[in-house]
């Protein structure tokens, strides 16, 4: 599905510039952190005329919503969000991940992400925060960026993405989607087997 007509699924602008925070929303998973790196780099887009960078969230609430959306709110950010925070069924993964430009995990602390493994079938760069295996499963600057888990490095990472553009991480990702295929999973099953 193209980036086109997953964004016409979903109601959302074709032309604009969007990152996608995707999955259950729990507090390890760092959404605030995002939304203050997104506050971050709305005021230096302003700043320097730069087209807008938008947030599309999308998963269901594990923690009090009212935090979040008040967090929103704060940092001024309404106009920048699209919320999509309900269960999102497997049938419609594909439009979220076709959607967006690059995928952010900012994670505060993890062990692994079943994220990274929907971003590289997706060919989606991402953004991980330097905690758990999260950085081991990108190769820094070829499939995504690794950030600080903190709004500062966050914003320079999605700022980063931006940069180099998506088509900078297109071969990377493409290589390393054929270590979460289904083969793969079967051989090293069988290996362990023997």
Same mark, same amino acid.
């Given at each position: 599905? %193209?980036?086109?007509?997953?964004? #016409?699924? @979903? $109601? *959302?602008?074709?032309?604009?510039?969007?990152?996608?925070? !995707?999955?259950?929303?729990?507090?390890?998973?760092?959404?605030?952190?995002?939304?203050?790196?997104?506050?971050?780099?709305?005021?230096?887009?302003?700043?320097?005329?730069?087209?807008?960078?938008?947030?599309?969230?999308?998963?269901?609430?594990?923690?009090?919503?009212? %935090?979040?959306?008040?967090?929103? #709110?704060? @940092? $001024? *950010?309404?106009?920048?969000?699209?919320?999509?925070?309900? !269960?999102?069924?497997?049938?419609?993964?594909?439009?979220?991940?076709?959607?967006?430009?690059?995928?952010?995990?900012?994670?505060?602390?993890?062990?692994?992400?079943?994220?990274?493994?929907?971003?590289?079938?997706?060919?989606?760069?991402?953004?991980?925060?330097?905690?758990?295996?999260?950085?081991?499963?990108?190769?820094?600057?070829?499939?995504?960026?690794?950030?600080?888990?903190?709004?500062?490095?966050?914003?320079?990472?999605?700022?980063?993405?931006?940069?180099?553009?998506?088509?900078?991480?297109?071969?990377?990702?493409?290589?390393?989607?054929?270590?979460?295929?289904?083969?793969?999973?079967?051989?090293?099953?069988?290996?362990?087997?023997?």
């Amino acid at each position: 599905m %193209t980036k086109e007509a997953a964004r #016409k699924q @979903l $109601g *959302l602008p074709a032309q604009e510039r969007i990152v996608l925070f !995707f999955g259950f929303i729990r507090k390890y998973k760092g959404l605030d952190l995002l939304l203050k790196a997104m506050q971050l780099v709305k005021l230096k887009n302003e700043a320097n005329g730069a087209p807008p960078v938008k947030l599309m969230i999308a998963g269901e609430f594990y923690d009090d919503a009212a %935090t979040y959306q008040n967090l929103i #709110k704060e @940092l $001024g *950010l309404t106009d920048y969000i699209y919320p999509f925070t309900h !269960f999102i069924p497997t049938s419609d993964v594909q439009y979220y991940l076709n959607a967006c430009d690059f995928v952010i995990q900012p994670y505060r602390n993890a062990t692994q992400s079943g994220v990274t493994p929907l971003a590289y079938h997706f060919e989606k760069p991402m953004l991980v925060t330097n905690v758990g295996a999260l950085p081991d499963m990108i190769l820094a600057d070829k499939s995504g960026w690794v950030a600080e888990p903190n709004p500062e490095s966050i914003a320079a990472g999605i700022e980063e993405l931006y940069l180099q553009g998506e088509d900078h991480y297109l071969p990377e990702l493409r290589k390393g989607k054929k270590k979460y295929q289904w083969d793969q999973l079967v051989h090293s099953i069988v290996d362990l087997a023997k």
